[in-house]
């Protein structure tokens, strides 16, 4: 199913899902699980208790749905509503400040493995290994524009809605955490897989 298409049914089963259709919602949450988890990853980091975000970013999504317009893609709404419920984790634990700044600390997260088959070259496992690594070491909102961008193929107005941050802020910031990706790479990679 093309993108168009995935996000128009998901459009379609979240309207539904708003009128109290509960296999409508139960679908949505099979197809978002999973994202929304490895989203949660990316801002929060490691920890125990991301599976109950994930579980609160649904209800949350779940009461919500009714007010789902249809404005923008359900992606990029439910997005919105997980980095919400990342905000009030954060608070809770005392951290004070925008998730979403640039300069904060560094915390590892785990990002979607993408490492090759067990059948390839052992180099390129390593490489791979190597890659996710260094995406691990970049800040939180590097890591969210990345995931956003390049597992999720949000375009950059969907990011800005997701994140609640301008369009400009969300090409320089995408910008920044591949020019960082970059230069922990020259440092991390042997030469012969810089490419």
């Given amino acids: 199913m093309d993108k168009s298409r995935a996000r128009s049914r998901e459009n379609d089963l979240a309207r539904l899902a708003g009128t109290g259709d509960l296999r409508a919602f139960s679908e949505l949450v099979e197809i978002f699980k999973d994202r929304l988890h490895q989203f949660i990853l990316c801002i929060i980091g490691p920890d125990r208790e991301t599976e109950d975000l994930t579980q ?15 404005d923008c893609a359900f992606s990029t709404w439910a997005y919105a509503v997980t980095r919400n419920v990342c905000r009030g984790a954060l608070r809770k634990r005392g951290r004070e400040g925008d998730i979403l700044e640039d300069a904060g600390e560094e915390r590892l997260a785990r990002v979607p493995d993408r490492a090759p088959l067990p059948g390839e070259l052992l180099g390129k496992r390593e490489t791979a290994a190597i890659v996710r690594a260094e995406i691990e070491e970049l800040s939180p909102i590097h890591r969210a524009v990345l995931f956003l961008n390049c597992w999720e193929k949000l375009s950059y107005e969907e990011m800005a809605q997701a994140l609640d941050i301008p369009l400009g802020t969300v090409r320089s910031r995408l910008h920044n955490a591949l020019a960082a990706l970059s230069a922990r790479l020259r440092k991390a990679l042997p030469e012969e897989n810089r490419s």
Wanted: hydrophobic content about 45%.
């Fill in 56 to 70: 609160e970013a649904f209800i949350r999504i779940y009461k919500a749905l009714p007010s789902f317009r249809g």
